[in-house]
Nanobody, 116 residues
Framework: QVQLVESGGGLVQPGGSLRLSCAAS????????MRWYRQAPGKDRELVAV????????NYADSVKGRFTISRDNVKKMVFLQMNSLKPEDTAVYYC?????????WGKGTLVTVSS
């Protein structure tokens, strides 16, 4: 079955960096577009970044452009989110997501807290 397991969250000061990881299993990772979402307290879940199957195409939410970088390793079946210049408004639970045959699969998320 499809499994997505996020890791790498934590508490970081404004201006700091974190690298999130998502380990995937149970599906053909190399042929799947992968996405990172986040959900801040009291807000809707929002799409943060998308990466194509081979990693050649990426897209970002305007709020994170120039600060976040999505990447993937198709051998290790992992997707990453490098987050730099973090701001308090980046505080959220971050989720890895994949859609297969019209069904969305989500990990349990990893909490990122940006605070001094």
């Amino acid at each position: 079955q499809v499994q997505l397991v996020e890791s790498g969250g934590g508490l970081v000061q404004p201006g700091g960096s974190l690298r999130l990881s998502c380990a995937a299993s149970g599906f053909t990772f190399s042929s799947s577009t992968m996405r990172w979402y986040r959900q801040a307290p009291g807000k809707d879940r929002e799409l943060v970044a998308v990466i194509s199957t081979a990693g050649g195409s990426t897209n970002y939410a305007d709020s994170v452009k120039g600060r976040f970088t999505i990447s993937r390793d198709n051998v290790k079946k992992m997707v990453f989110l490098q987050m730099n210049s973090l701001k308090p408004e980046d505080t959220a639970v971050y989720y890895c997501e994949v859609s297969r045959y019209g069904i969305e699969y989500w990990g349990k998320g990893t909490l990122v807290t940006v605070s001094s």
